[in-house]
């Protein structure tokens, strides 16, 4: 089998996305050498971190702007740290209860384009959503998951030497507040909705991964 998923815990934002680049030129390089490598999923959430991405121009909220926030370096809102990442895609938040699937696909080697690799990503968060009694949607030129209109899952992804990393994120069980201080995924009037609201059935987060996985092995092994 050439897919291998790791279960990462809470990591620190900005260690994880130097991970991700060593990883895709560790990889580039055995492909040169002998023509194989192995995908990967890194399957964790994250410590609080608001990510920009690089089609971001300003989607910070400006009410953010008050006196007791002006003591604070320009990189943070109230206290969350604001980092410049390498994906597609504006400003989300990651936080705890946050489920997070990072993808490091081989495109070259399966024959796949980003928008295969998109739709793919997002038949599994369907699947995953539906096997726990939520009905997600599509929204045509607004990648990611809903649940009537809310944003339940987002999708951001780099594709460097023909291999992808970064991926996706499910709400889960969360914080949601802090998506209030910006325009997620630069989607104006948008909503955040997160799994716990929309199910009656108890949320464990480890149950919930180990089911995800099962889904990524379904698809991409």
């Not at 699947?127 to 599509?138: H, K, S, T, V, W």
Request: charged share 20%; glycine share 8%; with cysteine.
């Amino acid at each position: 089998m050439n897919l291998k998923i790791k279960h990462l815990g809470i990591r620190d934002y900005s260690k994880t996305l130097t991970q991700m680049k060593n990883w895709v030129d560790a990889q580039d390089k055995k492909g040169q050498q002998n023509n194989q490598n192995q995908d990967e999923i890194w399957m964790l959430q994250h410590c609080s971190v608001y990510t920009k991405g690089q089609s971001e121009s300003s989607t910070l909220d400006s009410s953010i702007n008050t006196e007791a926030n002006r003591t604070l370096p320009t990189s943070y809102i109230r206290g969350i740290p604001i980092i410049q990442s390498d994906r597609g895609g504006k400003t989300t938040y990651h936080g705890p209860g946050q489920l997070i699937a990072y993808m490091m696909i081989n495109l070259n080697r399966k024959g796949w384009g980003p928008q295969k690799l998109v739709q793919l990503t997002e038949s599994i968060v369907l699947a995953f959503l539906q096997e726990n009694g939520i009905l997600g949607q599509l929204k045509e030129g607004a990648p990611g998951v809903y649940v009537m209109n809310k944003k339940i899952a987002s999708l951001g992804f780099r594709i460097r030497k023909g291999i992808s990393y970064h991926g996706l994120s499910i709400n889960v069980d969360m914080d949601m507040r802090p998506f209030n201080n910006i325009t997620p995924c630069g989607q104006s009037g948008i909503q955040m909705t997160q799994m716990k609201d929309e199910t009656h059935d108890p949320i464990e987060l480890n149950r919930l991964e180990c089911q995800l996985k099962e889904h990524f092995m379904a698809v991409l092994s």
